[in-house]
């Protein structure tokens, strides 16, 4: 059940406020543009204009007219978004996802007490009877339309039934945190896709937040967050990252007596253990 504290989705999907667009932007210089997404916001395009969608957002309050995403979060999902502004280094940063020569460290807030670090190792494809057709399930290794996927949950601190989770990704696939959280028997906090019922997925885009959303989710998004990308593996020297967003913690602060500063901490010594410093004498290009 949502706490009654929690402030609610509008009705209406939100416009970006172009006064807030500056203050997402993490850097920005001539070949890149790196920006800390809101979990309210998608990334490509949408029907409601401009300023309903990271993309339209940038090119409108931006001005930057010519971008390429590296890689898309889904829209309840917040934390670093990557944007080249031009081919060559679009090109370049995609042959280096695709070669998985950049690293990803997510957090998430799963149900349920994690006991020890997991590796999931199952593969991900359609679930067809979810009626939903973006929907992802683990499936027998081989399934036609299926692709292989691990991912490795590292917990961090368990508190008041929920788990705060470092993860690693060890493959790309799509909802594949989501997913695999879901399958292991702790589900991303919030998850209106894989969380207790799919269907509260397809309210929620076809009426906002209702009272059965309030009656089945404790939180009012997928608590998933990127918190660093880093391309020194990709020999570019970036380490990226996104601050542990305000609505994250105040449902940690309220449901698990974890303050902000303290997840903080955690998260930090993560990123630090999972994506450390090239050894040194490594070439880094840039």
């Given at each position: 059940?949502?706490?009654?504290?929690?402030?609610?989705?509008?009705?209406?999907?939100?416009?970006?406020?172009?006064?807030?667009?500056?203050?997402?932007?993490?850097?920005?210089?001539?070949?890149?543009?790196?920006?800390?997404?809101?979990?309210?916001?998608?990334?490509?395009?949408?029907?409601?204009?401009?300023?309903?969608?990271?993309?339209?957002?940038?090119?409108?309050?931006?001005?930057?007219?010519?971008?390429?995403?590296?890689?898309?979060?889904?829209?309840?999902?917040?934390?670093?978004?990557?944007?080249?502004?031009?081919?060559?280094?679009?090109?370049?940063?995609?042959?280096?996802?695709?070669?998985?020569?950049?690293?990803?460290?997510?957090?998430?807030?799963?149900?349920?007490?994690?006991?020890?670090?997991?590796?999931?190792?199952?593969?991900?494809?359609?679930?067809?009877?979810?009626?939903?057709?973006?929907?992802?399930?683990?499936?027998?290794?081989?399934?036609?339309?299926?692709?292989?996927?691990?991912?490795?949950?590292?917990?961090?601190?368990?508190?008041?039934?929920?788990?705060?989770?470092?993860?690693?990704?060890?493959?790309?696939r799509k909802h594949q945190i989501r997913a695999?959280?879901?399958?292991?028997?702790?589900?991303?906090?919030?998850?209106?896709?894989?969380?207790?019922?799919?269907?509260?997925?397809?309210?929620?885009?076809?009426?906002?937040?209702?009272?059965?959303?309030?009656?089945?989710?404790?939180?009012?998004r997928q608590a998933l967050h990127c918190a660093a990308?880093?391309?020194?593996?990709?020999?570019?020297?970036?380490?990226?990252?996104?601050?542990?967003?305000?609505?994250?913690?105040?449902?940690?602060?309220?449901?698990?007596?974890?303050?902000?500063?303290?997840?903080?901490?955690?998260?930090?010594?993560?990123?630090?253990?999972?994506?450390?410093?090239?050894?040194?004498?490594?070439?880094?290009?840039?």
């Amino acid at each position: 059940m949502t706490h009654a504290d929690e402030p609610l989705p509008p009705t209406i999907p939100p416009l970006v406020n172009p006064a807030d667009l500056p203050g997402w932007v993490l850097l920005s210089d001539e070949r890149l543009l790196v920006l800390d997404k809101p979990g309210w916001l998608v990334v490509h395009p949408s029907k409601n204009g401009p300023w309903s969608s990271l993309a339209g957002a940038v090119r409108e309050g931006l001005g930057i007219e010519t971008i390429r995403f590296v890689y898309r979060l889904d829209r309840e999902t917040s934390g670093v978004v990557l944007l080249a502004k031009d081919e060559a280094t679009g090109r370049r940063l995609g042959k280096a996802v695709l070669a998985r020569r950049i690293g990803k460290a997510y957090v998430t807030i799963l149900e349920g007490e994690l006991p020890g670090p997991v590796t999931v190792d199952q593969w991900l494809g359609p679930d067809l009877t979810a009626g939903v057709s973006v929907k992802q399930q683990v499936v027998p290794a081989g399934t036609a339309g299926a692709q292989a996927a691990t991912t490795v949950f590292h917990p961090l601190v368990v508190r008041g039934g929920c788990t705060l989770a470092g993860v690693e990704l060890v493959t790309g696939r799509k909802h594949q945190i989501r997913a695999h959280a879901a399958w292991l028997g702790h589900r991303v906090v919030g998850d209106k896709l894989y969380g207790p019922d799919p269907r509260l997925y397809l309210e929620f885009a076809e009426q906002g937040w209702t009272a059965r959303h309030s009656a089945l989710l404790r939180f009012t998004r997928q608590a998933l967050h990127c918190a660093a990308i880093d391309l020194r593996p990709a020999r570019m020297d970036y380490l990226l990252r996104a601050p542990w967003p305000a609505d994250l913690a105040r449902f940690a602060a309220r449901e698990m007596s974890l303050p902000a500063v303290e997840a903080e901490a955690l998260i930090d010594a993560f990123i630090a253990e999972k994506l450390p410093a090239p050894p040194a004498g490594q070439p880094i290009e840039w």
